[in-house]
Nanobody
């Protein structure tokens, strides 16, 4: 059974930092590109950051460029999203996603991030 489990969400003040973690099981992790998406209340789900299966390349939404960093550890089946200089507009449920051309897409259940004073 495939599982993607996010953790590390919570409440943080504007300007603060959080690190989200996603641990995968049931898939050959190093064959999957990984990404983080988010969905704010009343809005659609949007790509935040993605990283290739080897970790050699990453891409970011313009709104988080320079503030967020995605990384992965293929030995630990883990992908991280380091978030800094958080803004109220970053408030959303953050989802981990795994993609493989051969076997499709998997999603985690999400982690709530709330940026508020």
């Amino acid at each position: 059974q495939v599982q993607l489990v996010e953790s590390g969400g919570g409440l943080v003040q504007p300007g603060g930092s959080l690190i989200l973690s996603c641990v995968a099981s049931g898939i050959p992790f190093d064959y999957y590109a990984m990404s983080w998406y988010r969905q704010a209340p009343g809005k659609g789900r949007e790509l935040v950051a993605g990283i290739t299966s080897t970790g050699g390349s990453a891409n970011y939404a313009e709104s988080v460029l320079g503030r967020f960093t995605i990384s992965r550890d293929n030995h630990k089946n883990t992908v991280l999203l380091q978030m800094s200089k958080l803004k109220p507009d970053d408030t959303a449920v953050y989802y981990c996603r795994a993609d493989s051309e051969d076997t499709g897409t998997y999603w985690g259940r999400g982690a709530q991030v709330t940026v508020s004073s």
